[in-house]
């Protein structure tokens, strides 16, 4: 089977304002860098208000609505902006992502990596917030519980800032376990390992500043790989981000490209086992353009691989 790659030009129509670190150039780099790779590759389609209302209420749909300005930009907090476009770019998001559930539960791709902008792991249900505005990752696990009638699904999020948008929308969701990787202490400041949800299905992996790819390894050995492995999901969703790398601007983790790979090959191989290798990755951060397109490359290649 094969990798598909879930992308649309509308993500690049949201536009941040002049040295915004989340900015359309991320996205125009992760798609050279895997321009020259064997993928299917697919237009993201846009999710309709059934497919947010899972998570999001109708009251804040309708805010962004009003707040999409009809030219220049519109600040919705001290990091997250709209422009004209933005709402659709987001909807894109969300459709790119729902788009992998469906088509690797249907075996019509082994896994599949979703490229797309605005990230969505910070977004809470009714708080655009760091760069995020509706909550890619968590929407993909709702509908693959509520539409496809899975009974687990597992999302692993290793982007250097906490999910704190997954883990407060999934934090009731017992048939959905959150492990998510971060550097603490770190924006937004949450991510303690003593937040685990109110049924015992998160798990907070703090890293410290300065600590590298040998220290991230030794965690997931310890921690994430055997709390996933007894948790044994039917899918796994992984928030992809690449900005605990060495030279990403916004952090202080110390991660190499290869760490990436290392990591996604080691998830792959317990989906395997667990979910029929069923894997869905969706972009959220990475702000250094070279080392994110680095990252993503060889993250893409792994999935191809474990994709055979």
């Known amino acids: 089977m094969t990798t598909a790659l879930i992308t649309h030009a509308d993500c690049l129509a949201h536009v941040t304002p002049a040295g915004h670190p989340e900015q359309v150039a991320r996205l125009r780099h992760v798609q050279e860098a895997l321009a020259t790779l064997d993928l299917l590759r697919l237009a993201a389609p846009e999710a309709g208000d059934a497919d947010l209302l899972r ?38 998001g969300v459709g790119a ?19 797309t902008r605005p990230p969505g792991h910070h977004a809470e249900a009714e708080t655009p917030m760091g760069f995020c505005i509706f909550g890619n990752a968590a929407l993909a696990a709702k509908h693959a519980l509520d539409h496809h009638g899975l009974d687990r699904v597992a999302i692993v999020d290793f982007d250097v800032h906490h999910g704190n948008g997954t883990q407060a929308l999934l934090w009731d969701e017992p048939r959905a376990l959150v492990i998510t990787s971060q550097q603490m202490p770190l924006w937004p400041g949450s991510g303690a390992p003593s937040e685990r949800g109110a049924q015992d299905t998160i798990l907070n992996v703090p890293l410290p500043p300065g600590s590298t790819g040998a220290e991230m390894r ?26 605990a790398h060495a030279d990403d601007p916004l952090a202080e983790l110390n991660w190499q490209t290869e760490d990436f790979g290392w990591l996604t090959q080691r998830l792959c191989e317990i989906a395997a086992r667990t979910a029929r290798g069923r894997v869905v990755s969706v972009l959220e951060g990475g702000y250094d353009l070279a ?18």
């Open 55 to 92: 998570l999001h209420p109708q009251r804040y749909l309708d805010r962004l609505a009003r707040a999409e300005p009809a030219r220049g930009h519109a600040q919705l907090d001290a990091d997250t902006w709209l422009s004209p476009g933005s709402v659709r770019a987001a909807r894109r």
């Open 97 to 115: 992502a729902l788009r992998a559930v469906d088509g690797v539960i249907a075996g019509e791709f082994a896994n599949a990596f979703c490229a």
């Open 218 to 243: 030794a965690a997931y050995e310890a921690q994430v790989f055997p709390r996933l492995e007894a948790f044994a999901p039917r899918l796994l969703i992984l928030s992809a981000g690449f900005d």
């Open 291 to 308: 080392a994110l397109a680095d990252s993503a490359r060889v993250h893409v290649m792994e999935l191809i691989e474990a994709g055979r």
